[in-house]
């Protein structure tokens, strides 16, 4: 008899992937600038360390969120005590006027439409149950986010198809990719429950179109099915053109009267726009109500915790701290973003054009011994135990085509990340000097045994003389 379930046995979670093999990498030899100079760089994980002390200036200056008081009298046993799952009021209202504002105020969202969930996996995950039975299918355009494996599959059971998108036209969706990934689920026997795009892209660090968003909405209406927008890095949005969210345009295409006006739903956190991975804030938001319900007596087994609703509300409530931070958030991260692109161009690397996010999509190709996944490999360890950085490989992102890396840029100091970038440098020119010396050891050998064969053709001609 088998003592454990087949969930805790099996190895479906996804973490063997290479993906998290590098942070374990990382974590066995961590980088420090003072303690371990010539350690692992984590060049693997998308976290945002711009704008900390932007925040920490602002708990500085409001004492009474951060000591959980109100008007000067603690409400520390208030808000230790049993909290309703529905979400603190005050903060719903905050984080969609907050949701709104990032969007331009463009679109408006409904705070009892929102549901508050223990980060953006507990939200993807909770739309998954929501929308599909085990062994139905989304499908998602690469490459994405690796974690989408664990995220969206493990627990419950629903199968991810891919929309195969390529280089040829910077990886944008096309009508042509979206039915092939149809007609391959098809095929497998899998019902097609939905799409689900993350908008600005991870790991490319682009926005997605006006176009492809109309051709989504299409795509989703003609086949009766859902699309799922995981907006969490909209606000890091620090170049043109501008984040366009998909509740844009189905207001734009006038569709609150229609059915697909239910059959979409945002993801958003606070993870990445605001850089509080650690407090587990996200949430979903959805005009079907039977979703919002569900999804709503789902969070029970991920609540976010009454303290964090409370300082969040108080932050998120100050426009003019909000004002301020995106444009200076969006600002940095731009700094950010163009000197690893510079410091890489030096190195004869060039990126993904990109203007979002918090990596870049890196295209390391002239370094692959050869066009294959296992040349991807190959160089991807050497730059992990050689070179001492960690990069995401896009076979991790279910890339299609060989040597495209992830970058990270944001979780790191400017010094630290010139380190990264002339570790990166002296190791591309380090293999430039192997393959110059490479092939002038094969010229020479070209050369010594065409020299031999000219001897050797030149004696038997004497030989021939003589003879006659």
Same mark, same amino acid.
């Given at each position: 008899?088998?003592?454990?379930?087949?969930?805790?046995?099996?190895?479906?979670?996804?973490?063997?992937?290479?993906?998290?093999?590098?942070?374990?990498?990382?974590?066995?030899?961590?980088?420090?600038?003072?303690?371990?100079?010539?350690?692992?760089?984590?060049?693997?994980?998308?976290?945002?360390?711009?704008?900390?002390?932007?925040?920490?200036?602002?708990?500085?200056?409001?004492?009474?969120?951060?000591?959980?008081?109100?008007?000067?009298?603690?409400?520390?046993?208030?808000?230790?005590?049993?909290?309703?799952?529905?979400?603190?009021?005050?903060?719903?209202?905050?984080?969609?006027?907050?949701?709104?504002?990032?969007?331009?105020?463009?679109?408006?969202?409904?705070?009892?439409?929102?549901?508050?969930?223990?980060?953006?996996?507990?939200?993807?995950?909770?739309?998954?149950?929501?929308?599909?039975?085990?062994?139905?299918?989304?499908?998602?355009?690469?490459?994405?986010?690796?974690?989408?494996?664990?995220?969206?599959?493990?627990?419950?059971?629903?199968?991810?198809?891919?929309?195969?998108?390529?280089?040829?036209?910077?990886?944008?969706?096309?009508?042509?990719?979206?039915?092939?990934?149809?007609?391959?689920?098809?095929?497998?026997?899998?019902?097609?429950?939905?799409?689900?795009?993350?908008?600005? /892209?991870?790991? #490319?660090?682009?926005?997605? &179109?006006?176009?492809? *968003?109309?051709? $989504? %909405? +299409?795509?989703?209406?003609?086949?009766?099915?859902?699309?799922?927008?995981?907006?969490?890095?909209?606000?890091?949005?620090?170049?043109?053109?501008?984040?366009?969210?998909?509740?844009?345009?189905?207001?734009?295409?006038?569709?609150?009267?229609?059915?697909?006006?239910?059959?979409?739903?945002?993801?958003?956190?606070?993870?990445?726009?605001?850089?509080?991975?650690?407090?587990?804030?996200?949430?979903?938001?959805?005009?079907?109500?039977?979703?919002?319900?569900?999804?709503?007596?789902?969070? /029970?087994?991920? #609540?976010?915790?009454?303290? &964090?609703?409370?300082? *969040?509300?108080? $932050? %998120? +409530?100050?426009?003019?701290?909000?004002?301020?931070?995106?444009?200076?958030?969006?600002?940095?991260?731009?700094?950010?973003?163009?000197?690893?692109?510079?410091?890489?161009?030096?190195?004869?690397?060039?990126?993904?054009?990109?203007?979002?996010?918090?990596?870049?999509?890196?295209?390391?190709?002239?370094?692959?011994?050869?066009?294959?996944?296992?040349?991807?490999?190959?160089?991807?360890?050497?730059?992990?135990?050689?070179?001492?950085?960690?990069?995401?490989?896009?076979?991790?992102?279910?890339?299609?085509?060989?040597?495209?890396?992830?970058?990270?840029?944001?979780?790191?100091?400017?010094?630290?990340?010139?380190?990264?970038?002339?570790?990166?440098?002296?190791?591309?020119?380090?293999?430039?000097?192997?393959?110059?010396?490479?092939?002038?050891?094969?010229?020479?050998?070209?050369?010594?045994?065409?020299?031999?064969?000219?001897?050797?053709?030149?004696?038997?001609?004497?030989?021939?003389?003589?003879?006659?």
């Amino acid at each position: 008899m088998r003592l454990l379930s087949r969930k805790a046995t099996c190895n479906t979670h996804g973490q063997d992937s290479s993906y998290f093999l590098g942070w374990q990498e990382y974590e066995k030899n961590p980088y420090d600038e003072i303690k371990n100079p010539t350690g692992i760089i984590q060049m693997g994980l998308a976290e945002n360390q711009l704008s900390f002390d932007l925040l920490e200036s602002w708990l500085a200056n409001n004492q009474d969120a951060s000591g959980f008081k109100k008007d000067g009298q603690s409400i520390f046993r208030e808000l230790a005590l049993f909290q309703d799952y529905h979400g603190l009021p005050a903060f719903k209202k905050a984080m969609v006027e907050f949701m709104a504002e990032i969007r331009g105020n463009k679109v408006t969202f409904d705070q009892n439409k929102i549901v508050l969930t223990a980060g953006a996996t507990s939200a993807n995950e909770t739309l998954m149950f929501c929308l599909a039975e085990p062994g139905e299918a989304f499908l998602l355009p690469t490459p994405y986010y690796p974690g989408f494996d664990r995220d969206l599959k493990w627990r419950t059971e629903v199968e991810i198809v891919p929309i195969q998108c390529t280089s040829v036209n910077d990886f944008k969706i096309t009508a042509p990719a979206l039915e092939e990934a149809f007609q391959e689920a098809q095929k497998r026997n899998l019902r097609v429950k939905g799409v689900l795009v993350t908008n600005p /892209s991870n790991p #490319l660090g682009t926005t997605i &179109t006006r176009n492809e *968003l109309n051709l $989504l %909405l +299409s795509f989703i209406t003609e086949k009766g099915i859902h699309l799922i927008s995981d907006e969490i890095y909209s606000g890091t949005v620090f170049s043109s053109p501008g984040f366009v969210s998909i509740m844009e345009v189905l207001k734009d295409r006038n569709c609150e009267s229609t059915q697909v006006w239910n059959r979409v739903h945002v993801v958003y956190s606070l993870s990445k726009d605001l850089g509080l991975p650690g407090f587990r804030v996200g949430a979903i938001y959805s005009n079907d109500d039977m979703v919002v319900s569900a999804a709503t007596k789902m969070s /029970s087994f991920g #609540l976010v915790s009454s303290q &964090t609703q409370y300082l *969040l509300a108080a $932050l %998120l +409530s100050d426009k003019k701290f909000t004002r301020n931070y995106i444009l200076e958030n969006q600002t940095r991260l731009k700094q950010r973003q163009q000197l690893l692109v510079k410091g890489l161009e030096k190195a004869g690397i060039s990126c993904l054009k990109s203007n979002a996010g918090l990596f870049c999509w890196v295209n390391l190709k002239h370094l692959l011994s050869s066009n294959t996944f296992d040349a991807e490999m190959e160089l991807w360890k050497e730059i992990v135990h050689q070179v001492k950085l960690n990069i995401s490989p896009g076979s991790s992102c279910h890339c299609t085509e060989p040597g495209w890396f992830r970058v990270c840029f944001a979780n790191m100091s400017e010094e630290t990340l010139n380190l990264a970038i002339q570790r990166l440098k002296s190791f591309v020119e380090s293999m430039n000097n192997n393959r110059s010396h490479h092939q002038l050891l094969k010229n020479s050998r070209r050369k010594s045994l065409a020299s031999k064969w000219v001897f050797r053709l030149s004696f038997d001609h004497d030989r021939e003389s003589e003879e006659r």
